[in-house]
């Protein structure tokens, strides 16, 4: 698995338009040129939201896929799908060891 290939390809779906043009056309080509497993290019294919996230993708270029309107995920779907992730606790799950460490150091702002 090579989640910096996966987060590299999401990357040049929002900043190469050759790159999009050619994955819009034929996805195939477009990862043949990365060292990617079978389930990862099943999951981009199919817009896997979740377990994209779940592999380490960041969410922020995740958002591309909406962004694009590829793989069958739009704004709609791919906020209900991220939310799915919230309500496991994967996504909230990230944040808490950071969060208590800054607490610790006392750099952790109530939010009011």
Same mark, same amino acid.
């Given at each position: 698995? $090579?989640? *910096?290939? &996966?987060?590299?390809?999401? *990357?040049?779906?929002?900043? /190469?338009?050759?790159?999009?043009?050619?994955?819009? $056309?034929?996805?195939?080509?477009?990862?043949?040129?990365?060292?990617? #497993?079978?389930? %990862?290019?099943?999951?981009?294919?199919? !817009? /896997?939201? &979740?377990?994209? *996230?779940?592999?380490? &993708? +960041?969410?922020?270029?995740?958002? &591309?896929?909406?962004? +694009?309107?590829?793989?069958?995920?739009?704004?709609?779907? *791919?906020?209900?799908?991220?939310? #799915?992730?919230?309500?496991? !606790?994967?996504? $909230?799950?990230?944040? @808490?060891?950071? @969060? =208590? =460490?800054?607490?610790?150091?006392?750099?952790?702002? %109530? $939010? !009011?």
């Amino acid at each position: 698995m $090579s989640v *910096y290939d &996966v987060n590299k390809i999401f *990357y040049l779906l929002e900043t /190469d338009e050759a790159f999009l043009a050619t994955f819009r $056309s034929d996805a195939d080509e477009a990862l043949k040129a990365f060292r990617l #497993t079978p389930a %990862e290019t099943a999951a981009i294919k199919g !817009g /896997d939201i &979740v377990s994209l *996230y779940q592999m380490g &993708v +960041h969410a922020f270029l995740l958002n &591309v896929l909406a962004r +694009h309107n590829l793989c069958g995920v739009n704004r709609d779907n *791919y906020i209900s799908r991220i939310r #799915t992730l919230a309500g496991r !606790g994967a996504a $909230s799950s990230d944040s @808490r060891p950071r @969060r =208590k =460490k800054a607490a610790a150091r006392g750099n952790l702002r %109530e $939010s !009011g």
